[in-house]
């Protein structure tokens, strides 16, 4: 089956990052899988758009993510714009935010969607020091859409992040997968 997910931030806060993550997980369990991002000459702090599509079968499509499965939005400045714009039907909505999941339906005018959240600034602070969610979200991502084993987002994230960074990133992701909350 092809999942298509649809990751929402700002320049600087990981979204190509973890979009990579998740997709190097997938691949490391055999998925095929594209990971890709949609900006041009933005600076930091300009809202980007990450992509990832992961399948059991070889990947045909090489177009942007325009009907995504799910949508992952690491910047909560941005639920007041057009996130599920595009979401496929029965789609799932992951957001970091304090507010509650009923709340964001309301707020996205989604009513068939599956949406959570989970306070991943709160975690990140917490744990890293620093507003940097990428990681908790992925956490999240894999509690309510187990696309890839936990054990293999793990692998990642200590190859990617060395040392005590590492195992920082893996504490928020646990605490966020701990933490998530869904409609």
């Given at each position: 089956?092809?999942?298509?997910?649809?990751?929402?931030?700002?320049?600087?806060?990981?979204?190509?990052?973890v979009?990579?993550?998740?997709?190097?997980?997938?691949?490391?369990?055999?998925?095929?899988?594209?990971?890709?991002p949609?900006?041009?000459?933005?600076?930091?702090?300009?809202?980007?758009?990450?992509?990832?599509?992961?399948?059991?079968?070889p990947?045909?499509?090489h177009?942007?993510?325009?009907?995504?499965?799910?949508?992952?939005?690491?910047?909560?400045?941005?639920?007041?714009?057009?996130?599920?714009?595009?979401?496929?039907?029965?789609?799932?909505?992951?957001?970091?935010?304090?507010?509650?999941?009923?709340?964001?339906k309301?707020?996205?005018?989604?009513?068939?969607?599956?949406?959570?959240?989970?306070?991943?600034?709160?975690?990140?602070?917490?744990?890293?020091?620093r507003?940097?969610?990428?990681?908790?979200m992925?956490?999240?991502?894999?509690?309510?859409?187990?696309?890839?084993?936990?054990?293999?987002?793990?692998?990642?994230?200590?190859?990617?992040?060395?040392?005590a960074?590492?195992?920082?990133?893996?504490?928020?992701?646990?605490?966020?997968?701990?933490?998530?909350v869904?409609?």
């Open positions: 089956m092809l999942m298509e997910i649809r990751w929402h931030g700002r320049g600087g806060q990981g979204i190509v990052s979009s990579r993550l998740l997709a190097d997980a997938a691949l490391s369990e055999k998925k095929h899988v594209q990971s890709f949609e900006f041009g000459p933005e600076r930091s702090g300009a809202p980007i758009r990450g992509f990832t599509r992961i399948s059991d079968e990947i045909s499509i177009s942007q993510i325009y009907n995504p499965n799910i949508v992952v939005v690491v910047d909560p400045t941005l639920l007041g714009t057009n996130v599920a714009s595009g979401l496929a039907e029965n789609g799932t909505i992951v957001a970091n935010t304090e507010r509650k999941p009923d709340e964001l309301k707020t996205l005018l989604v009513h068939n969607a599956h949406v959570y959240s989970v306070d991943a600034r709160r975690i990140a602070l917490d744990v890293l020091g507003p940097i969610y990428n990681t908790a992925l956490g999240a991502l894999i509690k309510v859409a187990p696309i890839t084993s936990f054990e293999s987002i793990e692998k990642v994230i200590r190859a990617r992040f060395a040392g960074l590492g195992e920082k990133n893996v504490e928020a992701m646990k605490r966020a997968y701990e933490e998530v869904g409609s």
